[in-house]
């Protein structure tokens, strides 16, 4: 059996099309795709303002950026994630503060979050584990009680669904990634959606190093040399080639999510009746985007020794996450204690991620059972 990543893109003949037809312009970055392929996510979400970056990472940091906070505020959010949602805190220069996560769908606890919160509190930033969105109404709740902005970090959940309204509609502003594991794919991407035409504002500059005129503004014979540099921005520009990718992706993304779903329901099939795994939840009104399949060993299995077992078959399982307080930056510089967080070190402790992806086979899924189904015999 040849090796099964956890994760893998699906590019076709139409997606190469695209990306050469943009390579043969005259407008390779920073022209009219980038345009194109905001618009066509504003139009799938539903929502009025996107601005496309070049990774889910740099789309965080200016949302968090164009807060516009005071130095050295709290912002509430996950352990169980990528470091990347607690990082464009740091980059701010505001602190992370975590709070533990609920056992049955590894999101947030929105009573946790309520219990962490002080009077230096000023945003939650809330991730859609796995593409299952959180409990959006609860937390959205604690943030008008308190006066809080509100992220989404969806990069593992666009076009999922709360309560029939899809992802990207409810907070401040919502996050989603393009890299080549998620959903749809712009070789790295991100993308920043808001109704907030203020944040809109800012986040549209900060993109390209603050200045107020992008460069179709600024090109051809009528055009002035004269921009501005409002904000201190950075270089996160996505290309046009990268968003012609997007654009041919993205009218692909609903049947991506329909495959996704059916193979989970394979694994929910086939893996119920072990004794050692339990097998993720999926909450009432909500479409699931399943980025990842994750299972639980019993107490009894030694998950590293699974680990090893399956990628000696050839399986390319996965841990997610690391909490973030573990990595040693964290623990260099911060105080967070372990035992604040029972619930994440016992999800962590025993979470397995199993090959979830479009283009996987079935006989790829019948043989991830099988060697599952082999380990305790």
């Not at 040849?2 to 022209?31: A, H, R």
């Not at 904000?231 to 495959?259: M, P, V, W």
């Not at 993720?280 to 699974?306: G, M, Q, W």
């Amino acid at each position: 059996m040849d090796f099964i990543p956890y994760g893998s893109q699906w590019i076709d003949d139409d997606d190469i099309s695209e990306v050469v037809s943009v390579l043969k312009s005259n407008w390779i970055t920073t022209g009219p795709k980038i345009k194109e392929f905001e618009d066509a996510l504003c139009e799938y979400i539903g929502c009025r303002y996107c601005v496309a970056v070049n990774s889910g990472t740099s789309a965080l940091d200016i949302a968090v950026q164009s807060l516009d906070l005071q130095e050295g505020s709290e912002i509430i959010t996950t352990p169980f994630t990528f470091v990347a949602t607690s990082n464009a805190i740091i980059y701010n220069r505001h602190k992370p503060i975590f709070a533990d996560i609920c056992s049955d769908t590894f999101n947030i606890d929105p009573e946790d979050i309520r219990r962490k919160i002080t009077k230096n509190t000023k945003a939650i930033i809330y991730v859609d584990y796995a593409g299952q969105p959180c409990d959006i109404r609860e937390i959205k709740e604690i943030a008008d009680e308190f006066d809080l902005y509100l992220i989404e970090d969806a990069c593992h959940a666009i076009g999922a669904e709360y309560k029939q309204k899809k992802v990207g509609n409810f907070a401040d502003l919502t996050i989603f990634s393009f890299h080549p594991v998620k959903h749809i794919t712009t070789g790295e991407g991100g993308a920043v959606v808001t109704d907030n035409k203020e944040l809109y504002e800012k986040l549209s500059p900060l993109r390209t190093h603050g200045i107020d005129k992008n460069t179709m503004e600024r090109f051809g014979p009528d055009a002035s040399w004269a921009y501005d540099m409002k904000y201190l921005g950075r270089n996160y520009r996505i290309t046009d080639f990268q968003a012609a990718l997007g654009i041919s992706q993205l009218k692909k993304l609903d049947g991506f999510i329909e495959r996704r779903t059916e193979l989970a329901s394979i694994y929910k099939e086939h893996l119920s009746d072990i004794d050692f795994v339990s097998l993720p939840i999926v909450k009432n009104n909500i479409k699931h985007a399943f980025h990842i399949y994750t299972i639980l060993l019993d107490k009894s299995i030694n998950r590293d020794e699974f680990f090893k077992y399956m990628k000696a078959a050839s399986i390319g399982v996965n841990v997610h996450y690391i909490p973030v307080y573990r990595h040693s930056y964290y623990v260099n510089n911060f105080d967070f204690d372990r035992t604040d967080f029972p619930v994440t070190e016992d999800i962590f402790k025993r979470i397995i991620t199993l090959p979830l992806f479009p283009r996987m086979g079935l006989d790829n899924m019948e043989y991830i059972v099988e060697t599952i189904k082999a380990y305790r015999k």
